[in-house]
């Protein structure tokens, strides 16, 4: 009898439990894009590939939704391969020793129609607390489209050298572009 009840509420358990966790995504990596410029540098521009992503997200629990995310740093193009060579050296990206670029969401939340995952994004040996406003567009029963950007400061995370030459000044200014479809 004794086994029975720890039975039953150990099933009570994981089913209650199961209503509580937010909408399981699956991205389409090939379809995903991460595009980033730097708008100050005119002509700096490229993508990242193989973003790797868990979206567990529910709009109508957004307590519960989580975003974690990673890029490889080696997937950078920026339509030159010297210049791919060029920003994964240490000067940039040193991507041999900090091969991927990391966000782990801490708390989601809405923002007028659209929504802001805020949470740490680590790059390099650097990690800060960012917020990445983006939108929710559900394409049929079954698919959605998550975009967003988000814009940072590649000095404050070593990317790029800091400068205090005001003719310089918003140089390490970067937006990156994300466009990720997910299904059920």
Known sequence: ??????????????????????????????????????????????????????????????AESKISATIEVKTIDGGDPKLNAHLQNPDFFDATKYPTIT??????????????????????????????????????????????TLTLNAADYGVMKPTNDPAKAGRDKTIIYLVVPVSK
């Open 1 to 62: 009898m004794k086994k029975q009840a720890i039975l039953i509420l150990t099933a009570a358990t994981l089913i209650g439990s199961a209503f509580t966790i937010a909408m399981v995504w699956k991205i389409d990596d090939k379809a995903s894009t991460v595009k980033w410029e730097l708008p100050n540098n005119p002509g700096h521009q490229g993508t990242f590939s193989n973003l790797s992503a868990t979206i567990d997200f529910d709009k109508a629990k957004l």
């Open 103 to 148: 966000f782990t969401s801490t708390e989601i939340k809405t923002a007028g129609d659209a929504y802001v995952a805020k949470g740490n994004l680590k790059m390099k040996d650097s990690t800060k607390v960012v917020e990445f406003p983006f939108t929710f567009t559900e394409n049929g029963k079954d698919k959605a489209t998550f975009s967003g």
